[in-house]
């Protein structure tokens, strides 16, 4: 017998398919609750507010970037895989992340008030367009004083770049709603190699 989806699991799934479908800024919890068969009220006993639950909604819910780079980092230096084995899948986590993200996040930016109160509380909860950043350029910074990248590489310009193309993919791909020109395994392992070379 199947087991039952738990309410928290049911209110994560509505606001992922709400959020996704007519936007994050139009997306309210009454609305989220309703689809997920549950009352408001049983919403905010597990979640504080639409920005915590869009924080899950893109932990749990959308292809694990996050957690891939913390396990990366978790891993240190002395990780037995490769380098551009790590950044191929990095890039493919990264462009399947924002392919999902971007449509649920643009919405924001037709609203200012609406966006700087959302980003406001995103701080508050510690996250941010910043956490990936971040931690893509800790890794690379690890995997630099291990000597597995060139003494003078910059990582924060190597992270900006690696995520700025799968964020430019993943535009371009909403934007034409077309297939991208390139399948994803071959546009990860071809920028993973460009970036290479630089680094190293």
């Known amino acids: 017998m199947p087991t039952p989806t738990s309410t928290r699991s049911r209110i994560l799934d509505a606001a992922e398919r709400l959020m ?20 408001e009220a049983a919403l905010y006993k597990h979640f504080t507010n639409k920005e915590e639950l869009f924080v899950h909604v893109l932990w749990e819910r959308l292809p694990r970037l996050n957690p891939l ?10 990780a037995s895989r490769p380098v551009e084995d790590s950044l191929v899948e990095i890039a493919r986590q990264a462009a399947l992340f924002y392919e999902r993200s971007v449509p649920i996040a643009a919405s924001l930016h037709a609203e200012p008030a609406l966006k700087q109160r ?4 995103l701080r508050e909860l510690g996250a941010g ?13 690890t995997q630099r004083d291990a000597g ?26 909403d934007f034409s709603a077309d297939e991208p ?18 680094l190293t």
């Open 20 to 39: 996704r479908t007519i936007g994050l800024a139009r997306t309210t919890t009454k609305e989220i609750a309703r689809e997920a068969g549950c009352s």
């Open 69 to 78: 780079l913390d396990e990366l980092n978790a891993e240190g230096a002395g």
């Open 118 to 121: 959302h980003y406001a509380a």
């Open 129 to 141: 367009p910043r956490l990936p950043l971040d931690a893509l350029s800790r890794y690379l910074r």
């Open 148 to 173: 597995r990248l060139r003494a003078d590489a910059d990582t924060d310009a190597a992270a900006a770049l690696l995520l700025g193309a799968c964020a430019q993919r993943a535009f371009l791909h």
């Open 181 to 198: 020109p390139q399948p994803l395994d071959d546009f990860a392992r071809a920028l993973a190699r460009t970036l290479l070379t630089g």
